[in-house]
């Protein structure tokens, strides 16, 4: 039977009001036009009141707009530290200049790598005639101007001999009335400054020398923990609370020298670190967290009843000082490097080379080894075009190599010229001559594009004459035989960059990241594999630091270790050709 309720269903007829109507195409598309051609009157509008309230403004002012406009659109790295300057006060004296111009030099050197060094950890897109990033197209927000100040300044008596006025003038500079004042800025306004001393005390505890061990890292944390930063700034660099309330109460000087001393402290050098504190605190009884400091010392020594005396004083001082901890120990890569290498096996990237990398978490460390058979490939010094520098990349692309690696150390002008400071020779010219100070150490031999490393009591003018290229380094960090060449411990911290002679004749290249101390660094090169280490029979140290950089490309393998600035030459590895 069927459902008279399915039928009444079908016989009822569909009214217009259930039914949806859709408009024909034409009209959506009509509607649309119409839309849009409002919509375009409008902008069009709009463009015409714009353009005309523009030709009203002075022709400076659009200048500036574009500018401003151009600015803002482009990609742009944080900050631009210019070359430092020398204030006139600095060079009233003939010879007094020639002095005040090598320790431009220095300062400039130090100061500007140091900054650009702390910036770039702590995230900064940093542009600079010394950085490797080439960001010297892009505008930058702001400026980091540094002058170097002579106080008081420097002339020349009427009675004065020459030589009187010399010394006295150095007495002036190495006195402690040597400064660096850094000002940022942005579009040539100051925001804000801070004077760095250099005097005495500062210069012979060694805050600023990298070759003696104080992390340059912590040194220049109190420069700019003491300054006042924008905001961007601020919330980028992360300072913390009791940095902050301690760069309100003390001064730029006496919190470089709090971050020098827990440096060589943490390295192991508590006899550096409590003199630089006494000279912190003898300069400034009122540096509270410096007796503070010396407290933690004394205790780590077991003197006790001394470090009650240091934290009284402390307390006498001020009750409520800031607690910022002092960093007693920095945890060593190498123990748990020398594991990964005892474990590891070389990956090989082509006939005659291979290639060891390395990466551990705590502490964050990279190890990386580079291994190429001598008799399958050749070996050269590299230079760039101009005495401003190169990246290792740039080195092994334009010299047509599958590697390249930082050679020597270097020196650098305050116009940012890079020149060699030992002797260097490429394809029979002494490029920069020898370096009669260093009785240690060896060089690099290239004959016939087959490398040696000579010691430097067994160099002679029979191996010079018979080289095509030559370095010298002022470190053989494994002595012939397969010896640790470090002698005592150092507390600096650094990356490392060396060039080893295996026992089986291969030479390898090893790049250390991280905090590696000197003599661990040449433990990991000396002891045997079984040991954990690379079994070289010799290795001579090359620039380490943030020059420490490599360049590889070979077969599918493309490595790319980056420094922090350009080097001045580079050791380049070639393919042989048949």
Not at 410 to 415: G, K, L, M, S
């Amino acid at each position: 039977m069927s459902d008279p309720s399915r039928n009444e269903i079908r016989a009822k007829p569909r009214s217009a009001s259930n039914v949806t109507r859709k408009p024909p195409n034409h009209q959506i598309t009509k509607g649309t036009f119409r839309y849009l051609g409002y919509t375009f009157q409008g902008i069009g509008a709009i463009a015409v009141a714009l353009f005309a309230f523009w030709k009203t403004l002075p022709q400076d002012t659009q200048k500036h707009a574009i500018e401003d406009l151009y600015f803002w659109l482009q990609p742009k790295a944080d900050i631009k530290i210019e070359p430092m300057r020398v204030a006139e006060s600095c060079k009233t004296v003939e010879k007094a200049n020639e002095i005040s111009g090598h320790i431009a030099t220095y300062v400039t050197e130090v100061t500007t790598r140091n900054a650009i060094r702390y910036l770039e950890t702590k995230g900064f897109q940093v542009y600079s005639s010394w950085a490797a990033q080439g960001l010297d197209r892009l505008p930058a927000r702001y400026s980091l101007e540094l002058t170097m100040t002579c106080l008081p300044r420097l002339s020349k008596t009427t009675n004065d001999s020459e030589q009187e006025a010399l010394n006295r003038s150095s007495e002036d500079l190495f006195g402690g009335s040597l400064f660096v004042d850094m000002e940022l800025t942005s579009k040539s306004m100051v925001i804000s400054s801070v004077r760095i001393p250099l005097g005495l005390p500062l210069l012979t505890s060694k805050v600023y020398d990298r070759k003696f061990g104080i992390n340059s890292d912590a040194v220049m944390a109190a420069v700019f923990e003491t300054m006042a930063l924008p905001s961007d700034l601020s919330m980028k660099l992360n300072v913390p609370a009791e940095s902050k309330a301690a760069a309100g109460k003390y001064g730029t000087s006496e919190l470089m020298q709090y971050r020098a001393a827990e440096s060589v402290f943490a390295g192991g050098d508590k006899d550096l670190a409590t003199d630089i504190l006494t000279n912190a605190v003898s300069a400034s009884p009122a540096f509270a967290i410096g007796y503070s400091a010396l407290a933690e010392i004394k205790r780590s020594q077991g003197a006790e009843a001394e470090a009650e005396a240091f934290e009284r004083k402390a307390l006498e001082i001020d009750k409520d000082y800031p607690r910022i901890p002092f960093v007693t120990k920095i945890l060593n890569p190498s123990p748990n490097v020398k594991k990964k290498i005892a474990e590891s096996v070389p990956t090989k990237i082509a006939e005659g080379a291979s290639v060891l990398e390395l990466e551990i978490s705590s502490p964050p460390a990279r190890f990386y080894v580079f291994s190429f058979d001598p008799k399958l490939f050749k070996f050269s010094i590299g230079l760039p075009p101009t005495t401003l520098g190169q990246t290792a990349r740039q080195f092994r692309i334009d010299n047509a190599g599958v590697f390249s690696i930082v050679g020597g150390t270097f020196n650098v002008d305050p116009e940012g010229n890079l020149a060699p400071d030992a002797l260097l020779v490429r394809r029979g010219v002494v490029m920069s001559p020898r370096n009669t100070e260093w009785d240690t150490g060896g060089f690099l031999l290239i004959g016939s594009g087959l490398p040696a490393i000579i010691p430097v009591a067994e160099f002679s003018r029979n191996k010079f004459e018979q080289s095509e290229d030559l370095l010298q380094s002022s470190l053989l960090v494994v002595d012939p035989g397969g010896r640790n060449g470090i002698r005592g411990r150092t507390p600096e911290l650094a990356d490392r960059a060396a060039i080893c002679v295996q026992i089986n004749g291969d030479i390898a290249f090893v790049i250390a990241k991280g905090l590696f101390q000197l003599a661990e660094f040449a433990d990991l090169l000396a002891e045997t594999k079984s040991r954990g280490g690379l079994g070289c029979e010799r290795a001579m140290y090359l620039d380490g630091g943030p020059s420490a950089q490599a360049s590889l490309a070979l077969g599918s393998k493309n490595i790319e270790l980056e420094g922090q600035w350009v080097v001045p030459n580079a050791v380049i590895v070639h393919r042989r050709t048949p």
